[in-house]
């Protein structure tokens, strides 16, 4: 299975300042179709996951645009421009390249 | 408004089955692959099976594979997991989620919506 690690585990952020989060993958996510799948989710606590991102960098309807993620290959980022109160929570990246699908184990976005 | 909202999850006892259900609505449900994904407390996330829309494919993660059925009604809207010899370990949120596929085109290869989650509590 593809091990997703991501880095740090737990980030204290300040109200408005940015916050960044990074995934590396045991194996390439590039799959055949040339697509790759690597995603974002936000969890919020007590809640089911939602989605930010997907293939790397394409924001999901809703999502507000001081969300953006980058990365190609095996290394990913996800980066909060300002962050905001509503932002904390765990982070997971995730990626549907290979079966079975694999998370990372999140990383907790908590305010200072 | 895509919904799935899951229920049938509750407290049981090692070694016995149990089966929870996932109702959806908002969207044309035979046309979507289907999955379930598990969260034990305070753990991350866990892909334990995958289901086409047409149910000609499906895949397990290997910590259920022999033990958890998926399986669906598309004429019900329904996505259900039927799950036997329950271990301590299987004691997790049970989400219902939908992968997003295609649409116009673009592939999102992810799940793009979750159900609320339902608890399933294996114990003695």
């Known amino acids: 299975d593809i091990v997703m690690t991501q880095t740090p585990l737990s980030s204290p952020v300040t109200l408005g300042q940015p916050a960044s989060i990074s995934c590396r993958s045991s194996q390439s996510l590039v799959h055949s179709d040339g697509n790759t799948y690597l995603s974002w989710l936000h969890q919020r606590p007590g809640q089911p996951p939602r989605l930010l991102i997907y293939?790397?960098?394409n924001r999901f309807s809703g999502v507000p645009d001081r969300f953006s993620g980058s990365g190609a290959g095996t290394d990913f980022t996800l980066k909060i421009s300002r962050v905001e109160a509503e932002d904390v929570g765990f982070y997971y990246c995730?990626?549907?390249?290979?079966?079975?699908?694999?998370f990372g184990q999140g990383t907790k976005v908590e305010i200072k | 408004e895509v919904q799935l909202v899951e229920s049938g999850g509750g407290l049981v006892k090692p070694g016995v089955s149990l089966r929870v259900s996932c109702a959806a609505s908002?969207?044309?449900?035979?046309?979507?692959?289907m999955i379930w994904v598990r969260q034990a407390p305070g753990m991350g996330l866990e892909w334990i099976a995958l289901?086409?829309?047409?149910?000609?494919?499906?895949s397990y993660g290997d910590s259920v594979k022999g033990r958890f059925t998926i399986s669906r009604d598309n004429a019900k809207n329904s996505l259900f997991l039927q799950m036997s010899s329950l271990r301590v370990e299987d004691t997790a949120v049970y989400y219902c989620a939908r992968d997003g596929g295609c649409s116009g085109g673009n592939c999102y290869g992810t799940i793009d919506y979750w159900g609320q989650g339902t608890q399933v509590t294996v114990s003695s």
């Open positions: 995730a990626q549907a390249t290979h079966s079975p699908w694999t």
């Open positions: 908002g969207f044309t449900f035979s046309t979507y692959n």
């Open positions: 289901i086409t829309g047409d149910s000609s494919i499906i």
């Open positions: 293939k790397i960098s």
